[in-house]
T-cell receptor, first 111, second 113 residues
Framework: GQNIDQPTEMTATEGAIVQINCTYQ??????LFWYQQHAGEAPTFLSY????GLEEKGRFSSFLSRSKGYSYLLLKELQMKDSASYLC????????????FGKGTHLIIQP | EAGVVQSPRYKIIEKKQPVAFWCNPI?????LYWYLQNLGQGPELLIR????????DSQLPKDRFSAERLKGVDSTLKIQPAELGDSAVYLC???????????FGPGTRLTVL
């Protein structure tokens, strides 16, 4: 079976740094995605990790440890517009399979 | 580049009525996905198409749900008859063979009364 866990909700302060963790147990692994989803909108792609280590893209970074089944998304210099849900998703199969998503972490940014 | 287009954006129907959702993927994307997203949950895959072929429909409730992608481009997802528990957002996504990234449409929010 597939199991992806992430915190339900987190709160952080504007200008600060926040780390959103994700742990996964899946039957296969071909990569891990992070998506951002604002209320009432479609998920938008943030990052993709397939090898262990840190991928940095502007204010956002994503880390993967395949041996631990663990990833995190790091958001720096938080802005109010970063208030959204952050979805961790695993690409378990081969080819262009569908993604298995976690329930999402609702991030609230306070002034 | 135009993104994934879905229509309608919102649909309200009474239970036992039929409903259909339409999706136009990004031009050139061979793979098309339909996901269901309940409030406060992540999207769940319903069906995946490679061109016009449904290659993974194991999560599609086939007693009332059907989908088609006749010419390997646009796709339609149908529910007949709809039940109260079908109220959710139905997301369409597409991807190309050259990339792992799935691009999502804005979704159709279905309310069944």
């Amino acid at each position: 079976g597939q199991n992806i866990d992430q915190p339900t909700e987190m709160t952080a302060t504007e200008g600060a740094i926040v780390q959103i963790n994700c742990t996964y147990q899946t039957s296969g692994f071909n990569g891990l995605f992070w998506y951002q989803q604002h209320a009432g909108e479609a998920p938008t792609f943030l990052s993709y990790n397939v090898l262990d280590g840190l991928e940095e893209k502007g204010r956002f970074s994503s880390f993967l440890s395949r041996s631990k089944g663990y990833s995190y998304l790091l958001l720096k210099e938080l802005q109010m517009k970063d208030s959204a849900s952050y979805l961790c998703a695993v690409w378990a199969g081969g080819g262009a399979d569908g993604l298995t998503f976690g329930k999402g972490t609702h991030l609230i940014i306070q002034p | 580049e135009a993104g994934v287009v879905q229509s309608p954006r919102y649909k309200i129907i009474e239970k036992k009525q039929p409903v259909a959702f339409w999706c136009n993927p990004i031009s050139g994307h061979n793979t098309l996905y339909w996901y269901l997203q309940n409030l406060g949950q992540g999207p769940e895959l319903l069906i995946r198409y490679e061109n016009e072929e449904a290659v993974d429909d194991s999560q599609l409730p086939k007693d009332r749900f059907s989908a088609e992608r006749l010419k390997g481009v646009d796709s339609t997802l149908k529910i007949q008859p709809a039940e109260l528990g079908d109220s959710a957002v139905y997301l369409c996504a597409s991807s190309s063979l050259a990339s792992n990234e799935q691009f999502f449409g804005p979704g159709t929010r279905l309310t069944v009364l």
